[in-house]
């Protein structure tokens, strides 16, 4: 379990494929790993990871074929930053929202526009996820938890919604996000409290 208040900035080191799978490593800031095991949680832009080594102030972890149908860790490269949350602990504090680091697939960012010193960046999201984002609630995008300003649902039979948030400066200097650009895809990971609201009231 995560919160979405990212840490720090990694960046990947090397992705090798193994098997029809990848193992990725990501190198850390220095001293980000200390107290770090084999077998820890680690969110990448918001996808949760298992590390299964820990050399030089790098660790590795395997990336399955579901992952990278799912989430935009395919499309990694050496040098590409990656946002880092390690596993909430109990007694942390809880600066976002839950977050379990289980991405519920992409969206593409559609524009971005100043808003006095925030920054407005609007999303397309495909339909089947748009139900589960709502006004003022929260979203998980590239692993930092953010306040939906609001959701726009296109035209009947179009494939995708809109939604929009504020980044504002701390999470622009802090996260990979002020690299938002028009086309750019980010992992999306909804409030996981809607999606046990529908499976409680047996929707389909």
Known sequence: MFTGIVQTIGTVTRCVPK????????????????????????????????????????????????????????????????????????????????????????????????????RRVEFAVPVKLARYIARKGSVTVDGVSLTVNGVTDLAAGTPDAHFDVNLVPHTLDVTILGGCVPGKRVNIEVDIIARYLERMMGAS
């Open 19 to 118: 098997a029809g799978d990848v193992e990725i490593a990501i190198a850390a800031p220095a001293g980000y790993l200390e107290g770090t095991a084999l077998g820890d949680s680690i969110a990448c832009n918001g996808c949760c990871l298992t590390v299964t080594q820990l050399v030089d102030g790098a660790f590795t972890a395997d990336v399955s074929r579901e992952t990278l149908s799912l989430t935009t860790l395919g499309g990694w490269e050496a040098g590409s930053r990656v946002n880092l949350e390690k596993a909430l602990r109990a007694g942390d504090a809880l600066g976002g929202h839950y977050v379990t680091g289980h991405v519920d697939g992409i969206a593409t960012v559609v524009a971005v526009t100043d808003d006095a010193r925030s």
